[in-house]
């Protein structure tokens, strides 16, 4: 999602955000619609360590304005201060930027508000819903989550994505993308409650677009009962 630099880029300085600039090293075009940018990170690993689902605010310029996007850290590595980034791609400022990268581009990363709390107790399973956008923290949680079985609603086509999921105890349930998220919701609600039922410490997390994440987290806490503390929902992108 996206803000302007202006208020928000003073609140960020304001609050001591940390900002890096990061030199691409390699790209590589995973699909056509899915391109990952392994990226130098000017220091930035070293000052803020790591965690799951860790996320940068990256600036692109348009419009004589600058643009703020979050991304997510794939596979980082303190030692060698390098990580990637994998952009699901469509029409945009930071999809236009990543389809042209080539090594030796930079970019701005500000690191600010990203975080994550391992819940407690572990996950008897982990239910996690996204797309293409949310595909490198889903990986990221599954990486992180250990021995949990965990089943993936996946709105999108998931076909040659770089999916972490060991088969013998995550399962990937793909949705395509229909009515605005609609279908997903429906195949959510119709299939969740069994995926749901005996297992005793669930952890449910979701990133959609952020109606229909708004919607999927209503019916997970309200509808299902679901403790707060055992569901993650953050909106990643803004449908139109
Ligand atoms: C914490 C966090 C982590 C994120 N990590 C990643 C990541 O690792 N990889 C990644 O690809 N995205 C990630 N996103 C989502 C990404 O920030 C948004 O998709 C962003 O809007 C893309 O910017 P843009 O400039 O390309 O498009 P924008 O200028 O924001 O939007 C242009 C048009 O594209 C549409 N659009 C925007 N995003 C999508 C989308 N994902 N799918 C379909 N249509 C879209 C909009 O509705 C609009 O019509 C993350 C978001 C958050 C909040």
């Known amino acids: 999602m996206g803000q302007g630099r202006g ?12 900002d890096f ?24 690993l070293a000052a803020t360590g790591v965690h799951p689902t860790m996320w940068v605010r990256l600036w692109f310029s348009a419009d004589g304005r600058p643009h703020q996007r979050a ?12 990580f990637a980034l994998e952009f699901a791609l469509h029409e945009g400022v930071a ?3 990543a389809r042209a990268a080539r090594p030796g581009d930079t970019v701005e990363a500000t690191v600010q508000g990203t975080g994550f709390r391992h819940p407690a107790p572990a996950p008897s399973h982990l239910v996690a819903i996204g797309d293409p956008a949310s595909l490198p923290a889903i990986n990221s949680l599954l990486d992180a989550l250990g021995p949990a079985p965990a089943t993936v609603w996946f709105e999108g086509d998931p076909a040659g994505l770089p999916s972490r999921a060991e088969p013998d105890r995550h399962e ?4 395509p993308r229909e009515d605005a998220g609609a279908r997903l919701l429906e195949r959510v609600r119709t299939e969740l409650p ?13 990133a959609c677009d952020t109606a229909t994440t708004r919607a999927l987290a209503s ?13 993650h929902a953050l909106g990643y992108w803004r449908a139109d």
């Open 194 to 206: 069994a995926v749901l039922a005996g297992t005793p410490h669930p952890y449910v997390w979701i």
């Open 219 to 231: 019916y997970v806490r309200t509808d299902l009962g679901v403790p707060k503390q055992r569901v």
């Open 71 to 82: 991304y997510t850290l794939v596979d980082p590595d303190p030692a060698a201060g390098t």
């Open 7 to 18: 208020w928000e880029g003073a609140v960020l300085r304001l609050l001591r955000a940390k």
């Open 21 to 44: 600039v990061l030199t691409v090293l390699e790209a590589e075009d995973v699909t056509p619609h899915y391109r990952r940018l392994r990226v130098r990170d000017g220091g930035l």
């Open 95 to 97: 999809s236009g930027w």
């Open 172 to 175: 990937i349930r793909a949705v």
